[in-house]
C-alpha cells in the first residue's frame, strides 16, 4: 500500500521529500491483537480459535512492518533520485492510514511541500510529475523484485544499482 501526498508546513523554505513507516510505538502485540479481533471468525466471538491462529497473524503483520520499511527505503531513494529534491529520510509515525493494513506493506510518501512556492510551481510541471511517478514506480518495482528474489522476505537496506534501474522514456 503506498498513499501519497504533499505535504505543508509553516515555514515557506522547507522542503524536500519524506516518506512514513508505522510507528515503532505501534506494538507488534497491538498489531495482532487487532488483526485477530477483525479477521476471526465470528462464531469464535472476535478470538483466535487457538495459539497457532495467533501466532500465525503475528508472523504475517510482523513482516509486513519489516517489508513496509523496506518498501520505504527502496521508494525514498528512488523519489529522491528521480526528482533530486532533497532528502528528509525515512521516518516513523503513527499514522492511521499506516496502522489499518496488518498484513500488507504500507507506506506513506510525501512527495514535497506545498507551502514552499517553488516546489508548488514544480507540482504543475508535467516532467516534474513525470519524475516523481517514475522515481515512486522504480522503488516499488525494487521493492517486488527484491521480494520475489528472498521468496517475500526482504533484507534491510535499499541502495539502488545501475542494473534495477529502467530506462526512463520521453
Given amino acids: 500500500f503506498v498513499s501519497i501526498h504533499a505535504n505543508s508546513g509553516s515555514i515557506s523554505s522547507t522542503s524536500g521529500i519524506e516518506t ?13 491483537s487487532e488483526a485477530v479481533r477483525r479477521y476471526t471468525v465470528s462464531s469464535n466471538g472476535g478470538q483466535a480459535s487457538g495459539y497457532n491462529e495467533r501466532a500465525i497473524m503475528a508472523k ?9 520499511l523496506y518498501l ?25 492510514v499506516l496502522r489499518e493494513d496488518f498484513f500488507t506493506p504500507a507506506i ?21 510529475q513525470r519524475r ?24 534491510s537496506g535499499a541502495g539502488q544499482s545501475s542494473g534495477d534501474r529502467l530506462a526512463m522514456s520521453k
Fill in 20 to 32: 512514513f513507516v508505522l510507528s515503532r510505538q505501534v506494538s507488534d502485540e497491538y498489531r495482532t
Fill in 72 to 96: 520505504a527505503r527502496a521508494v525514498h531513494s528512488n523519489l529522491v533520485t528521480a526528482t533530486r529534491d532533497s532528502d528528509r529520510g525515512v521516518r516513523y509515525k503513527n499514522l492511521h
Fill in 60 to 68: 504475517i503483520s510482523r513482516q509486513a512492518r519489516s517489508n513496509s
Fill in 132 to 155: 516523481t511517478a517514475y522515481g515512486i514506480a522504480q522503488g516499488i518495482l525494487r521493492y517486488i523484485a527484491k521480494t520475489q528474489q528472498a521468496g517475500t522476505r526482504v533484507a
Fill in 108 to 128: 506513506l510518501v510525501e512527495v514535497g511541500f506545498l507551502s514552499n512556492p517553488e516546489t508548488a510551481r514544480s507540482f504543475t510541471s508535467g516532467e516534474y
